[in-house]
């Protein structure tokens, strides 16, 4: 949370953190976000530089924003992190054993309990055409040989 916003820098307060019983600590940990750290704030989509050439002109006093540590551990340094509008979910399995070596459902449990990687409906689009492509390569196929609207049957290749 942002408690406070000067030219230069921004003072922030830090979630507390949770004990082993589960219960928010007392202790209350602060930080700061130097202008420098957040100076793609200062910019818009598009890239134009906005009006604000200072953190007073992106953040108040009361806003909840995103952050991320920098330097050492311990320090109070930290970095403005902008949270991403769009979720995703990806696995990645061993296409010889079948073993998944990674699954990610989404950016934030805490936004959205939503597992994208095992709850949703899969619309492969264009994420299909380099199979279709690598299986061309294979048979030597070239863009001169048309196939649009062509019916019959394909041969499953046997190594």
């Known amino acids: 949370v942002v408690l406070a916003v000067s030219a230069k820098q921004v003072d922030i307060g830090l979630r507390p953190e949770r004990e082993a019983g589960g219960a928010f600590s007392a202790e209350r940990k602060t930080g700061r976000i130097d202008a420098k750290n957040m100076e793609w704030a200062?910019?818009?989509a598009t890239g134009d530089r906005k009006s604000t050439k200072s953190?007073?002109?992106v953040v108040a006093p009361?806003?909840?924003?995103?952050v991320e540590p920098?330097?050492?551990?311990?320090?109070?340094?930290?970095?403005?992190?902008q949270p991403p509008k769009v979720q995703g979910g990806l696995v990645a399995m061993d296409p010889h054993t079948g073993r998944v070596l990674a699954m990610v459902g989404g950016f934030s449990y805490g936004q959205s309990?939503?597992?994208?990687?095992?709850?949703?409906?899969?619309q492969p689009g264009s994420s299909?055409?380099?199979?279709?492509?690598?299986?061309a390569l294979d048979?030597?196929?070239?863009p001169a040989l048309g196939h649009h609207g062509r019916s019959g049957r394909i041969r499953l290749r046997r190594p």
């Open 42 to 44: 200062f910019r818009s």
């Open 128 to 135: 299909f055409k380099p199979l279709v492509y690598a299986a």
């Open 70 to 81: 920098i330097g050492e551990t311990g320090s109070d340094s930290y970095r403005l992190r």
């Open 139 to 142: 048979t030597a196929t070239t």
């Open 113 to 122: 309990e939503f597992n994208r990687a095992t709850q949703a409906m899969r």
């Open 62 to 66: 009361g806003d909840v924003v995103y």
């Open 55 to 57: 953190p007073e002109g």
